[in-house]
């Protein structure tokens, strides 16, 4: 049993920066793709960012490409999410999200089995 759990989440002003964490309990942290997905309100929800198991691979939506970083500790089981110059329009619920799939790395919502309860993160104008 996977068990995700986020924090870092608020709210700020727009062109301010937050980092968002991510710790994965129960399974070897290391096995999984990591991802980091946002449901903004009345929108589906959506993929944001996923890091490759030894974190040399990255890969970003567009919208996000330039501002946001991934990355991940595997000795403290930690991934993480840097949201630079942030825009009203990244205000969403933030999810982590884990896999297990053969692929090397992933932005398939569907490749993921474990998620997080969800982080707010609200941009002010």
């Known amino acids: 049993q996977v068990q995700l759990v986020e924090s870092g989440g608020g709210l700020v002003q727009a062109g301010d920066s937050l980092r968002l964490s991510c710790v994965l309990r129960?399974?070897?942290?290391?096995?999984?793709?990591l991802g980091w997905f946002r449901q903004a309100p009345g929108k589906e929800r959506e993929f944001v960012a996923a890091?490759?198991?030894?974190?040399?691979?990255?890969t970003y939506a567009d919208s996000v490409k330039g501002r946001f970083t991934i990355s991940r500790d595997n000795p403290n089981n930690t991934v993480y999410l840097r949201m630079n110059n942030l825009k009203p329009e990244d205000t969403a619920v933030y999810y982590c999200?884990?896999?297990?799939?053969?692929?090397?790395?992933?932005?398939?919502?569907?490749?993921?089995?474990?998620w997080g309860q969800g982080t707010q993160v609200t941009v002010s104008s």
């Open positions: 129960g399974r070897t942290f290391s096995s999984h793709v």
């Open positions: 999200a884990a896999s297990v799939t053969p692929r090397y790395i992933s932005n398939e919502q569907s490749d993921f089995n474990a």
């Open positions: 890091v490759s198991r030894t974190g040399g691979t990255t």
